[in-house]
């Protein structure tokens, strides 16, 4: 399959098929509760993130709650997350400038939200497209892997691999399409114990696929 239209199309019904239904790794149940759930994500497991924000949300859940709890308290819930000193200090002030300059709201906008401390491209491309349904393509170091495993891009970076996917597929596409690589990559695109021929990808992809 040689033509990368193709296989970008043949990756999306894979996908699809794998996954017909989809829901964020995430759990939250407002704009506000992922935000917080994605900055504590940073080299962390979702499924920690989720154990923590369990403990942290009936504690804390608006930003008047966080900006009112000490950090210390905040570093002692969310410290199984690492990084946890950086994290508490990001999340406190997010909270303030949030009540400062949002009137306590999450903005639904990509620039307001990179705006907020802590929040960088990729995070508020993850709350933009998952809490807002805005059009957004996240790519982080695995969905990055499995676009150049796929031939999907020869992005030296995840800007230029972003640049890449928003280009292949159509914008209504790329809320799913990141989740199920997300899915995709931490189910059966491992570092080790994969089988390339059995592979439902990249079994069709074998000509153009050069390191595994
Ligand atoms: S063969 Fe391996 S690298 Fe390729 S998609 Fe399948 S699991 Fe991932």
Redesign the pocket.
Known sequence: MKNIFDRANFVEKTLSKIYPEIHSPLQFSDPFRLLIAVILSAQCTDGRVNQVTKELFPRASTPEDISKMSINELESIIRPCGLFRNKAKAIKLLGEMLISRFNGKVPNSLEELKSLPGVGHKTASVVYSQAFGGYAFPVDTHIHR?AQ??GLSSGKNVAQTEADLRSLFDKTQWHDMHIRMIL??RE???ARG???VK?????K?REI?IT?
């Open positions: 499995l495993r796929w995709f990559g059966f695109c491992k994969h089988d390339v592979c439902q990808i990249c079994s992809f696929i595994h």
